[in-house]
């Protein structure tokens, strides 16, 4: 069983909101991601992150901004929230060399919808 | 990363065996093939990679042709509960940094439907 957490798992918020979603690992990971994904659509990448300040972007823009000061948390906050940030955030983490590298642990996702 | 082919959906009786195809005829020698699945709408979970050998795990097993140009992801007897949506990815393998080469690329998947 993976031990990557994301909380809220659910979250209603109105336009102009700031929001941070968290996501926190224990197995030590180097690598960090986020993925956004839209109802019964691909999963895309929109930020990663190698260690601990490292931050880069994904192959799908995003508003979003995202921070690692710990190794074991990589929040992702919106500072103003809108309807076309609806979606559902996947964070995931994964080693950096192998063998731990080709496995990719994911969490259980924030479903956020935006009034 | 070499793009993958899978067909959108398929179907399967409860129990018997699920063959899900993916063509990547542009792998190159340094790129693994990775399988994941995402059951309704919940985190993707790795099942299983190979370079050239075929692989068998507790999950499945992939079957990989010999110019590595497709692969076949087996469950051997499906249940309901492998309802889900099953991704073939083609990434480099044993190195998860520098760049973007580590990081995965999920296509649109085939939707397998488990049916009693």
Known sequence: ?115 | DAKTTQPPSMDCAEGRAANLPCNHSTISGNEYVYWYRQIHSQGPQYIIHGLKNNETNEMASLIITEDRKSSTLILPHATLRDTAVYYCIVRVGGRNYGGSQGNLIFGKGTKLSVKP
Not at chain 1, 24 to 29: A, D, F, P, R, V
């Open chain 1, 1 to 115: 069983e993976a031990d990557i957490y994301q909380t809220p798992r659910y979250l209603v918020i109105g336009t102009g909101k700031k929001i941070t979603l968290e996501c926190s690992q224990t197995m030590g990971h180097d690598k960090m991601y986020w993925y956004q994904q839209d109802p019964g659509m691909e999963l895309h990448l929109i930020h990663y992150s190698y260690g601990v300040n490292s931050t880069e972007k994904g192959d799908l823009s995003s508003e979003s901004t995202v921070s690692r000061i710990r190794t074991e948390h990589f929040p992702l906050t919106l500072e103003s929230a809108r309807p076309s940030h609806t979606s559902q955030y996947l964070c995931a983490s994964s080693g950096l060399f192998f063998p731990g590298s080709y496995e990719q642990y994911f969490g259980p996702g924030t479903r956020l919808t935006v009034t």
